[in-house]
């Protein structure tokens, strides 16, 4: 939808500018306010929002512009100027508020003359098999190992009468075996993909009905479907946010699921979607449409334009709330779907789901290769002795050339791969087997570890794979942008020990002697008492710290002196 003229607001009223809203009640400690979008993107109070210059307006058009149209008794830009960023391209989505057969009516062209919606229901799905698809996309991935290709040839080869030195099913029954038990480990893993993709598209949400909010699932919203969203509720779809019960239609939204941030955020509404949808009634007879930019991983980034009772309002990423979020300090908010399911920006930054190989994975491809170079090259020597030794044979023996009617070349090659079959135990299959076992028990063990069991919330450790300790062994490094957040950004002084004498108030816990934790740390069984708290592994919970790792030591030797501190 182009974006001419007739996008320039029609009215402006002037007024202040109200000051900033107050942090919700709550709002202590790590939840600090920020908000997203600041400067000419950012929201704007006290009066209808005029269509900026371009995408993303710069500082340095934009105020200009705004002192432009400050000016009392001057008339707006010319539209060809001010809009000059917003092409018919960038404008390629258009949502109107509950009409459902409104926005089912775009299509979009996938090949030919088939066509499909253009717009996604809220049903997603990261699964990687289906009912028919697990077979062949299995087999697919798995002879992507060049050992099942190895042995593949080996069975192929032990089939063949003429040159097989042992049946085919001494080795294809353990390959079967092998492909059935990689089978059966990633469907067990998929099967839980599709069960937690069953949980989150059955989230129960409110959505506007008729004349009413009716309960449905998370799989029922479609774009244009109004939401009703109650504190700690989770986000089900990008929406625009139309209303809330806090003062000027604020949201205060946690966005820890998506970027890691336990700091509130905020969103606010268009004012004149605030003072105008103040009832169920009046968000029933709403019929705005919303003409944006279409689906995009940009988690910071929207514009578009609300055009409602032949006026027009601008958007930023300030009126929307992403899927994911989770509401705080705000009891009641309304929004208006216009992103659902994989067009949303977090299911557009999840990407496709690919092959996975971990470094064991590729150094055993590797090897496997090297191993097969040699066997190879072993084959061709003891093929040439073979076919020079033939050879001499006949030469000394001529009366029994009736036994060998073929030729030395052809008996060489035919031994070549009898050598290779003999030949083929240098790759044990039983290592592959073995293997997957080991990963199996590993993955039950962290399962059952204890120390990894987090007890104030009762969440014990899970791997959702049985190959996790395979991946987690690739880790060689691990950054934090900060220390703060592994000590929740309390730091507590313990103890000080300064030529030997220790000062400081702070209890001691002491460890057991002879306790496996005391003879991994090296404490003498005479000197338990002296180790600080943070060696311990129960925190010392007088003191306020907590401390869910070891600890952090910072020692400055010089002088003989020695310093050390605990987080």
Request: charged share 20%; with cysteine; hydrophobic share 40%.
């Amino acid at each position: 939808m182009g974006t001419g003229p007739a996008q320039t607001p029609r009215s402006t009223r002037a007024g202040p500018e109200p000051s900033p809203a107050p942090p919700g009640p709550g709002d202590t400690g790590d939840s600090d306010l920020t908000q997203e979008g600041s400067g000419p993107a950012g929201i704007r109070g006290g009066g209808e929002k005029v269509i900026r210059a371009g995408i993303g307006d710069s500082p340095g058009r934009g105020a200009p512009q705004r002192r432009h149209r400050a000016q009392p008794g001057r008339a707006p830009r010319a539209a060809g100027t001010q809009e000059q960023g917003l092409g018919e391209e960038a404008f390629t989505w258009e949502v109107q508020a509950n009409n459902r057969a409104y926005n089912v009516q775009f299509k979009e062209k996938v090949f030919l003359c088939w066509q499909k919606k253009k717009y996604k229901t809220n049903v997603i799905r990261t699964a990687k098999y289906n009912f028919f698809s697990f077979l062949p996309l299995n087999l697919y991935e798995q002879l992507h190992r060049v050992s099942n290709l190895y042995f593949l040839l080996i069975i192929i080869l032990q089939s063949i009468p003429d040159i097989s030195t042992l049946p085919w099913f001494s080795l294809g029954a353990p390959m079967v075996c092998l492909l059935f038990i990689r089978a059966t480990r990633d469907l067990v893993d998929d099967i839980g993909r599709h069960k937690s993709d069953r949980t989150i598209n059955n989230r129960p949400c409110q959505i506007l009905m008729g004349k009413s909010f009716k309960r449905k699932k998370w799989q029922n919203l479609c774009v244009g479907d109004v939401v009703c969203l109650h504190k700690d509720n989770i986000v089900p779809a990008d929406m625009l946010l139309l209303a809330s019960t806090e003062p000027s239609s604020l949201c205060y939204v946690e966005t820890v699921d998506i970027d890691g941030e336990t700091n509130l955020k905020f969103r606010q509404a268009l004012m004149v979607t605030h003072k105008e949808l103040t009832s169920v009634k009046k968000m029933a007879s709403f019929q705005g449409t919303v003409t944006c930019e279409a689906p995009n991983s940009r988690l910071h980034h929207f514009v578009g334009c609300l055009e409602w009772n032949d006026k027009k309002y601008s958007l930023d990423i300030g009126n929307l709330l992403l899927r994911g979020c989770r509401i705080r300090n705000t009891d009641t908010c309304y929004g208006m779907v216009i992103y659902a399911g994989f067009d949303t920006k977090i299911m557009k930054n999840c990407g496709k789901i690919h092959l996975k190989r971990t470094k064991l994975d590729l150094l055993v491809n590797k090897l496997v290769v090297v191993i097969f170079i040699s066997v190879v090259l072993i084959c061709l020597v003891l093929a040439f002795s073979f076919g020079f030794s033939v050879k001499e044979f006949k030469g000394q023996h001529h009366y029994l050339s009736g036994l060998h009617a073929s030729s030395v070349a052809t008996e060489a090659f035919f031994i070549f791969w009898g050598f290779l079959i003999l030949l083929s135990v240098t790759i044990p299959m039983s290592m592959f087997i073995l293997s997957e076992f080991i990963y199996l028990g590993n993955s039950v063990f962290i399962n059952w570890d204890v120390q990894m069991y987090y007890q104030p919330q009762d969440v014990p450790a899970k791997a959702r794979s049985t190959s996790l300790n395979d991946h987690l062994g690739q880790v060689e490094y691990i950054f934090s942008d900060k220390t703060g957040t592994l000590t929740q950004n309390i730091l507590t002084f313990n103890k000080c020990c300064i030529n030997g004498r220790i000062y400081g108030v702070a209890p001691t816990p002491e460890l057991p002697a002879g306790s496996s934790i005391s003879k991994g740390l090296g404490v003498p069984e005479n000197q338990s008492h002296v180790w600080p708290q943070a060696q311990h592994p129960h925190p010392n919970q007088n003191q306020g710290t907590v401390a869910r790792w070891p600890g952090f030591f910072f020692f400055l030797e010089g002088a003989s002196k020695l310093f050390f501190f605990s987080l």
